[in-house]
């Protein structure tokens, strides 16, 4: 269920291109092809060589940008960013590119992660004596990049980065140079590839697909990638560490077209749902995706069960606009907008429904008594990633550990709850089986509680985390 | 590709409920879940006994209702219908529910289907001092219900229809009445039911779904339902008829989810598919299908064929808003906005792509250009309908004769225009044997071109169907 | 205080272009010029010698027409109309321009005045089967119209104002021919003029001042102007009546720069005031108007009076856009919003305010006790108009007599109300008096209630005056 | 012509209110009734005591907040700001009040004016590495009260003022206190007042009437007024110094219901008005205001020549939306829109006209053309203030010297190019001679050019604005 409200967000995209006769339009289809990583707001700054132009608003990137905005934003340099979708309109001050003025001149930032020492030195920055518009880290970012006492862009932005700990991959650019950035760890995805001659940066190769571009590769943890006029440079400025790729990407967060972290996003998810119909066979009549991101697993896990497949559960497609709820009381009533079982086809039949990971389970149970419902006889719950018991601080808004059922309760009392007649998860094991040697490059915190990164200043997040919540 | 612009449209959704206490509510959600049915506009009319509240907008049902327009549509009665979508601010004058005043009173009504004698009618009425203030023929309908003899809703009704030839499903409404009818042919679908004990009528079954009401029945074709303070009744004013209902409500328009014609939509479409696999077998690996509304079909042909099916092309759900095209020419571009293939799944594969038909042949020519781009070593195109060679003059707005590629080119030249590595179509015999002994009771005249109602004044609606397809 | 919501509406504008390259620009900026008479709804009907191209919508004439709109209103000839303020967007039914198809082709008729046998021919209509989609009584001329059993537009127009009652002034547009008309008794305006050679209609001069036309002349009561490829024709297809112009045109609705049944209006204006000095002398020390409309005549009165004129009411140019009331109470709040007075100019003083009419008295209720909080010493309550006793039915929306505080109150009664310490108003002899031997000419109903045409069907009217009133 | 694009601006409007119920309510009403200092953006920021709220939005006030936003902006303190109108989505990063994060927490400024060492206090921040999202110079502010040393908000304000050079009057605001400050030269207004018991502060007294807020005084040059739990404190933190308050407040910028330092606009400008008829004593029949901001100095003009003062020119109230040109072009068509001349009032006669300034001469050329189109025999301009002849960079926008006409030419050459009968200014010996003693309190410079504060950065200052008035 991608653009479930239920589900995990925070995630953001970002996009950029150096040195091509429209790169406002081909960012902003970029971002338009992105627009599933974040739907809150939607911004682009371009660069004509001397002025800098900017348009950020909040909402759609269809919606954000009318063609008479990108003809006003010149010259053939830009980079874009998407954010994740919240409510409130005063929000305008955390939507991204960041532009900012400092003593080297303007400068423009795109990031997509998340610091964990960000209030730590932001506290430290507040101190002497700066000060803060916005609550994004990228602000912290911008202040470190300007306080540094280096003298070109490149070491400004290596300085400043090497007092930043967590998951970032970012876009820098002045008026004529472009850094892109992947955290030493490698936490969130970054593609470079070329268009017409000019270089392009984006999270997820879906962008590059829709513009045309080739793809080169994925930018290593810890790659810094210099654009200039005289051509692409790679850098490894940090000490090596170990990969932690966010695994999420691939069970929920990326199109299953786009390619990340070298592999196939709809290729990974469907070895998930063939490792997942290992665990806790079952005997049933068919089986059912929840759709759109339980798709893939569940054709893997048909293909390795034997079960036959089908498209049990219809979405509708004019989900996500402003919506009139009626007073008297329907059942599964939220959940009905999004989906709706084929009664011809379930009525009578043990079914095994797929998704692809459980958060709080209210609306698991909701689809459960809506398949339930349409006349199966048994409804086998199959959920293709581990259970997720730990909140991530690498750039997802998971909920609080209190939030997330499978902290909080077994596997058996979450049957319970959502009231199916079986319940199992894809096992950590197996889910890391599928990448073979690389598996131990992956980060698998919010599973197992393995955070990567000691949380410098965890409180302070956790604090402003469970704030945000509760707003 | 269930939204395209290239596709069919001039379908309708319709929705009445009778006595229950949130009708404008509950009829705002029957026409949200079918909104696939009509994006150009949307109206709601309600009754409180004595006043009829109406609101009519342009665009879809969640941008035109807002809570604070369906709260002043008091009353226990309500119809509403969905347009098609065109573009044009001014053609709302073509908004439905039409009301107006006339000898008796206030009438509603909300139409889906055509007239084929409209234009001689509204000749006709003209010629006696009648003024029309829209293109509809729902007005040529009012205009017969207001001039009948007849002294009660009902009788003025059917003395109306008797005067009116072709397709229509139609809700009509006063203050204290409602009356549902299909065509003696019966060629457009309606379906009625109970929702806390009130009678509600809809286009679709998923209607019923979102709201939780429970279907009851297809009205048959012909028949009369009239709901009073004293309850339902049904008539069959008419003389039988041998029933014409639309083949093309399985192949395209309805909803997977929905039951119309008292079938599975979802069944149907999947039979198709595996009739389908029988016409022109080809070795391949893999079948991927146009989604969303190849889908059903490519799975019943993965069964038969015994190829595995996948999904090769992956929607781009942010469809259908603004968008700002680049100058430079992207290969393909209009059908990469909604769709774009997985390269690492259909690289070197030789690949069934199913759709449900072609109309003009160029989207699916970018389609398979865009597939075989994808690295695909052979592309064959499979339909699961006959070749479209007649326009419909029963309420869809297919192309004229000359626009539809079947009607001009050979199975073989249009092979070579989409340059597929081979093609076939559903044969008309093997789509009907799914229906059985019903297979009777369908119109085909898309395929075959033996219309079922002579048409009256066909030359004029050709005429007009030019203009509106110039303009 | 010409945009008041607590005075008069129901007025309206109406424009008209023969044969100019530009028609729809020309029309939106004739009607723009008269937004004073109608804030509710504009619309533009223009024709290209075939075609007819409609644009209705909701709001103010720069808000419903973009440029994109006027450029697809094609060809050279045009009519437009603006209607009064009233809410509901659901009344785009009851926008002007009505466009019609009938036997004779396509017509459109902008439409200000008001039918008095409206309901009774509405009804007549309706039981020879004719509908009604709005609740104008335009749409009942445009039946009449298409109903005649005349040949040509001309005498289709004259048959049908044969049996059409009241006040009107029309513009009447086909495919190439135009006519404009003022009713026998010629209640509203209608000017015509001339613009690059292209005849120009307007219910007000100030339209041709915008848009440089020169004036030629006032339509006469009882003519048509025929305008087509041969030129211009006048005819008087009417037996001759007694003139009944509306003299509120001068006291309120009309633009103080326009020049309507032969005079300035602010002249006009200025005279009454000049009147309304001599009607009960009071020693003063300052004579200050209500802006706008109440400024022409207290500057007459000044100058009669002798007492110095200042406009010690400042009005807000922000006025008339959606606005937040705040919970806890302010004094006059409503009318603040619109009006403040300078106390520096007033305090201590001896006031003499001048209002153009009085409707319910609680807008100049709050007024005066506005001057009263600035510290003026004694407010004397001037009206350049004789107490408004009867409502209007040619063309004026006034409240019913019940609400019309001169007909229950005698004047000391309402300075009570009002709380003024002394209250005149222009006595009706006066104020016909300005206009010499034309002071026949004039109807004076609405303060008399010699009602100058047969109330056919006023119990109709009356109870839908409630009724709208009501709502 | 006070909403004139082609005058002045950069003038604000701020309001603020400490410990009332309805403190956002209010706010917006006070920035309501201060509308014409600014129409670009508007902002409020609340504090309930602990959290802060902050809505910025591009537009009118009544277009930016809606009930649902205010509501939202929950607490007892607020402030909030107008700015002037410019074009522009992207420039939301300069809206007010600007509300950072410090140090010391969390800070919300309102600013009126202009810092004439903005340039280089902000190069000497960048050099230190503070960043700026903005180009206001409230932003600097804001790096200069977060970098204090000091302890308390109020001696950080003190602190960062004091190296703060040039015209401010600004409202500042955590979350349980608040300062109101102006410059120690005064240019801009400020006052005081009381609502409910509440402390409240605007930029002009207007606010104060709206509310129905009693005004209590002026704040004086240089003083800090701070307003805690315990009460309304004020303190002359900087060395006493001559005032320099702005004159063109009184000629221009003021609403005439308004008091500002001390004296009642309506009444200063009516002064203007009586000086300036013993400027070039002309003959003439009639006196007439450019409205609305020449309407009190031609009252003035009138009273004192003996020549009767009409309303010649009548404003059109819907100007300031959105306006289709026609192509054709139509002589002083910009002018046209907003104002029309009475022709049987003018025609034939010798005329005054009287405006408040002239900047281009442009405007009052067109005017003049339109005056004579009308009929007038001869037109004798005269304006209520010395010519503009030089820039001001205390918190106006005007134009550079090259732009400005009367810096360019001579009287007689300025005479010729607005084809004037006759013109003449007021001088400024007798304008400041309407203040008795305290002329020697108002700033000049843009009369004379005697700059009362040294310019720092006058040349960066310069440069952007000509940046700025290029683009």
Partial sequence: METSESKFHDECAIFGIYRHPEAANVTYLGLYAQQHRGQESSGIVSSD????????????????????????????MAIGHNRYSTTGASKLMN????????????????????LV??????????????IFRSTMDTEVISHLIAKSSENTLFSRVVDALHQARGAYSLLVMNEDEMIAVRDPKGF?????????????????????DLIGATFERDLKPGELVHVTSDG?????????????????????FARPDSNIFGR?????????????????????????PVPDSGVPAAMGYAEKSGIPFDMGLIRNHYIGRTFIEPESRIRHFGVKL???????????????????SIVRGTTCKKIIGMVRSAGAKEVHMRISSPPTTHPCFYGIDTPTKEELIASNMTVEETRKFIEADSLAYLTQEKMLSIFGDEAVDFCTACFDGNYPIKRFDMDI?????????RK
Same sequence: chains 1, 2, 3, 4.
């Fill in 49 to 76: 060589g001397s002025d800098h132009h900017i348009h950020l608003g909040m909402g759609l990137v269809a919606d954000v940008f009318k063609r008479e905005i990108i003809e006003k934003l010149h010259g053939n």
């Fill in 95 to 114: 939507a991204q590119p960041l532009a900012i003025e400092y003593s080297a001149g303007y400068l423009a930032i795109a990031h997509n992660g998340n």
């Fill in 338 to 356: 999004k989906l709706n079982p084929i009664r011809s086809l379930i009525e009578g039949k043990k079914v095994v429904v797929v998704d692809d």
């Fill in 188 to 208: 969130r995805p970054l593609v470079m590839g070329k268009l017409d001659g000019a270089t392009v940066f984006a999270s997820e190769t879906c962008a590059f």
């Fill in 264 to 288: 196939s996003v709809h290729e990974v998810r469907k070895n998930f749902g063939k490792a997942l119909a290992l665990e806790l066979p079952v005997e049933a009549d068919m089986v059912i």
């Fill in 461 to 469: 997040v956790q604090a402003e985390l469970f704030d945000s919540i």
């Fill in 117 to 130: 020492n960000a209030s730590t030195v932001r506290a430290e920055l507040e101190d002497i004596g700066s």
């Fill in 232 to 252: 692409v440079r790679s850098h490894f400025p940090f000490p090596p560490k170990k990969s932690c790729q966010c695994v999420f990407e691939f069970i929920y």
